[in-house]
Nanobody, 114 residues
Framework: QVQLVESGGGLVQPGGSLRLSCAAS????????MSWYRQVQGSKRELVAT????????TYADSVKGRFTISRDNAKNTAYLQMNSLKPEDTAVYYC???????WGQGTQVTVSA
């Protein structure tokens, strides 16, 4: 079955950086689009970034453009989210998604605070 395991979150000061990882299994990773979402408790899940199966196409939410970079390593079945110039409003639990499937991992908490 589809499994997604997010990692790499933590506490960071404003202006800092984090790199999130999403280890995927249970499907042919290199055939599917991957996305990162984030969710603040009590709010809807928000799409942050998407990358096509081959990695050449990337889209970003306006709120993270120029600061976040999505990438993938199809040999390792892993997607990444490099987050730079972090702001307190980036604080959330971050999740990855394969294709448009309703499978979610446990997420990884990112907290941006001084």
């Amino acid at each position: 079955q589809v499994q997604l395991v997010e990692s790499g979150g933590g506490l960071v000061q404003p202006g800092g950086s984090l790199r999130l990882s999403c280890a995927a299994s249970g499907f042919t990773f290199n055939r599917y689009l991957m996305s990162w979402y984030r969710q603040v408790q009590g709010s809807k899940r928000e799409l942050v970034a998407t990358i096509t199966s081959g990695g050449s196409g990337k889209t970003y939410a306006d709120s993270v453009k120029g600061r976040f970079t999505i990438s993938r390593d199809n040999a390792k079945n892993t997607a990444y989210l490099q987050m730079n110039s972090l702001k307190p409003e980036d604080t959330a639990v971050y999740y990855c998604q394969a294709s448009t499937w309703d499978y979610w991992g446990q997420g990884t908490q990112v907290t941006v605070s001084a």
